[in-house]
C-alpha cells in the first residue's frame, strides 16, 4: 500500500532555529513530491515542488530535498519566524494528473 | 495571481439532505480534483476529472457522490444523500497540462457539517 509518513507529528521551536521536517514515503517510484503549508482552517498552500529527476528545490528560507532511492524527503526552514506556525504536510503523485496522497503533516509552532 | 475558489465557505445541512459543492479551478487548468480532510485526518483523495470525465476515483466516493463540470468555469462536487460522517473540510484542486504544470493548486476549502 503507497503510504506517507511524516515526522514529528509537532514541533516547537526558539525563533530563528533552523529546523528540518522529515516525510517518507512506502512507494519509492514516485512522479513528483510537493509540500504545503496549511493554517488552522485554512487552505493548502503549495510551498515547493519536486520532480522525481531532481534532488532538491529551494524558495527563499526553503529547501526541500528528495532521496527517492530510500523513499525520504526533507523540508529545511532557515532562520525560523513565529509566521511559520502552520502545519506542514508532504503530499506525493505517481503518475502525470494522479492523485496526491498526503502524510499527516507537522504542525510547527515557533515561539518569538 | 490566480487561484482556485469554493463556495461556500460553511455549509451546514441535515443527515439525508443533498448539498453541491462548488469551485471555479484556475482558468487553462486542465485536471480537477476533488479532496476531503476529516478533522484531524489526513487529507484523503475522492476523484479526479479530466477531459470531462472521471479519471479516477477512491472508495470513498461511492455512489452518492458525483461530480460535474456544468460551464467552462465551474467545477462541483454533489453529495446525494449526506451523513454524519461526511462531516469534513472539502478541498477543490486544479492543476495545468504536462512540462513544469505538475503542481497541483488547492482551494481554500469548504467545511461541511451534516447534523
Known amino acids: 500500500k503507497q503510504e506517507v509518513t511524516q515526522i514529528p507529528a509537532a514541533l516547537s521551536v526558539p525563533e530563528g532555529e533552523n529546523l528540518v521536517l522529515n516525510c517518507s514515503f512506502t512507494d519509492s517510484a514516485i512522479y513528483n513530491l510537493q ?9 493548502l498552500t503549495s510551498l515547493l515542488l519536486i520532480q522525481s529527476s531532481q534532488r532538491e528545490q529551494t524558495s527563499g528560507r526553503l529547501n526541500a530535498s528528495l532521496d527517492k532511492s530510500s523513499g ?14 502552520a502545519t506542514y504536510l508532504c503530499a506525493v503523485q505517481y503518475n502525470q494528473g494522479g ?9 510547527l509552532s515557533v515561539k518569538p | 495571481e490566480p487561484e482556485v475558489t469554493q463556495t461556500p465557505s460553511h455549509q451546514v445541512t441535515q443527515m439525508g439532505q443533498e448539498v453541491i459543492l462548488r469551485c471555479v479551478p484556475i482558468s487553462n487548468h486542465l485536471y480537477f480534483y476533488w479532496y476531503r480532510q476529516i478533522l484531524g485526518q489526513k487529507v484523503e483523495f475522492l476523484v ?3 477531459n470531462n470525465e472521471i479519471s479516477e476515483k477512491s472508495e470513498i466516493f461511492d455512489d452518492q457522490f ?3 463540470r456544468p460551464d467552462g468555469s465551474n467545477f462541483t462536487l454533489k453529495i446525494r444523500s449526506t451523513k454524519l460522517e461526511d462531516s469534513a473540510m472539502y478541498f477543490c484542486a486544479s492543476r495545468g497540462q504536462g512540462g513544469s504544470y505538475n503542481e497541483q ?8 457539517t451534516v447534523l
Open chain 1, 35 to 43: 509540500w504545503f503549508r496549511q493554517d488552522p482552517g485554512k487552505g
Open chain 1, 72 to 85: 525520504r524527503s526533507t523540508l529545511y526552514i532557515a532562520a525560523s519566524q513565529p509566521g511559520d506556525s
Open chain 1, 99 to 107: 492523485k496526491l496522497i498526503f502524510g499527516q503533516g507537522t504542525e
Open chain 2, 48 to 50: 479526479s476529472f479530466y
Open chain 2, 66 to 68: 458525483s461530480v460535474e
Open chain 2, 105 to 112: 493548486f488547492f482551494g481554500p476549502g469548504t467545511r461541511l
